[in-house]
């Protein structure tokens, strides 16, 4: 893009030049293109994670004295879940940055793997917002977007984008740990289950919640492995809990799809391929407000990083999200 500027500037500069030479030189505005035209971009980052969204802008425009938009759709590869749709508004940016939406035509349709607006606004250009929420069939797979708009000239023009691979990541919000209630945590089942339900499920429980904070063994919120019998020698485990799984600690690493913070940082695929558990301890003590954990399931057959949305001495909670990666 630069080198585009660069030459731009550097054809003004020449124009000038030579119609400073030229005293007939009379300059004229280039006119624009009176066709159908579109272009498209994707305007979500981070891993495409089945349950969420992916956001595309598609932009469409033709002369206004030449005709008006009649019609716009994306098409899928594989259809969208419940939820996917493409804005009625189109936007424009003001002289202050602020996007202004204004309707130019009825809430869109979808039918199987196409969305589709017609306009109602005697409309020449318009930007509109396509939201595709990834499906659970499209898991590991690739899916790419056909976009498509028609004038009233019958003009058609498209653009494509993609393949965009989907993660085989799960995940799960805000599931609330407390002393009281549901301390037992599941990876498996990304779950946290009461006594009497991890007593029935011994071999899913991977880690136990723990909030203490008196003077003996103080470890205010704690994640601690079943296995770990110095940690857990305060409470009463159901009979059969012992899976020992290794856990590291960290902080800082605030994932934004488990988080929902500004904070552009997102936990792929590779990373979870990539972590090395030897020597792990079992066990994470005094877990805090935006800290976070890799951890693997005692068979090895999952992987997970936790993230400490909440804590609260008071109530002696903790609320937690996972994302959870299948190794085999």
Known sequence: ??????????????????????????????????????????????????????????????GPEKGKLISARATATIPGAKGTF??????????????????????????GNKTEIIFTKDTCAAALRYYYVI??????????????????????????????EISTINMQ???????NNNCYLSISDMAAYNASVAAVNTSKIDL??????????????????????KYLSIITLPTGLNNNTPFWKVYGLRDRHLSRSQYGVYV?????????????????LDLKLDSGAWVETADGKYRAFIFVNQVDDIKKEMTVSIKRYQMK
């Open 1 to 62: 893009m630069k080198n585009y500027n660069l030459l731009f500037i550097l054809i003004v500069f020449l124009s000038i030049c030579v119609s400073g030479c030229d005293d007939n030189y009379t300059y004229e505005v280039p006119k624009g293109n009176t066709e159908l035209y579109n272009d498209c971009l994707k305007r979500s980052i981070g891993p495409n994670i089945a349950g969420q969204k992916i956001e595309f802008v598609y932009a469409m425009a033709i």
């Open 86 to 111: 493409m804005e009625n508004r189109s936007f424009y940016t003001d002289m202050g940055g602020i996007d202004v939406p204004v309707i130019v035509a009825e809430p869109s349709t979808t039918m």
């Open 208 to 229: 136990v919640y723990v909030y203490h904070s008196g003077k003996s063994a103080p470890m205010n919120h704690a994640l601690i492995s079943p296995a770990n019998d």
């Open 268 to 284: 792929d695929d590779i990373d979870f391929q990539k972590m090395n558990f030897e020597n792990a301890p079992n066990y994470g």
């Open 135 to 164: 499906p659970q069939e499209a898991r590991g797979k690739s899916v790419s977007f056909m976009f498509s708009s028609t004038a009233s000239t019958g003009e058609n023009v498209s653009y494509k984008l993609g393949p965009y």
């Open 173 to 179: 919000l805000d599931l609330v740990l407390s002393n």
